[in-house]
């Protein structure tokens, strides 16, 4: 079974920089496409963040120039490093996964339907 597990959430200070990190298991991240998402309370989810097995990617516009989407092989671990943190980026991030049709001959994506494992979450807070 596919697992990802998020982790690297913290509170900080605007200005400041977090790394986030996704453990997955089973799936090779090498296949396939990965995203970062994250969801504020009362809000959608969002995706703002992908990467596919030719190491295109793709940002949304309120984290370009900031995030840095990225993956380790030889871990199998998927990252996001975020700089420059603003208030409103305070949201649960999860990381997500997938080896389908869209993915191999697609994408990068930040659609939510495209993904089908997904990660538990890992909060992060930017006090202003």
């Known amino acids: 079974q596919v697992q990802l597990t998020e982790s690297g959430g913290e509170s900080v200070q605007a200005g400041g920089s977090l790394r986030l990190s996704c453990a997955v298991s089973v799936f090779n991240i090498n296949n396939g496409c990965l995203g970062w998402f994250r969801q504020a309370p009362g809000q959608e989810r969002e995706g703002i963040a992908g990467?596919?097995?030719?190491?295109?990617?793709i940002y949304a516009d309120s984290v370009k120039g900031r995030f840095t989407i990225s993956k380790d092989s030889a871990t199998n671990t998927l990252y996001l490093q975020m700089n420059s943190l603003k208030p409103e980026d305070t949201a649960m991030y999860y990381c997500a996964a997938a080896d389908n049709y869209r993915c191999r001959f697609g994408g990068p994506w930040l659609r939510t339907d495209v993904y089908s494992h997904w990660g538990q979450g890992t909060q992060v807070t930017v006090s202003s």
């Open positions: 990467i596919v097995a030719n190491l295109n990617t």
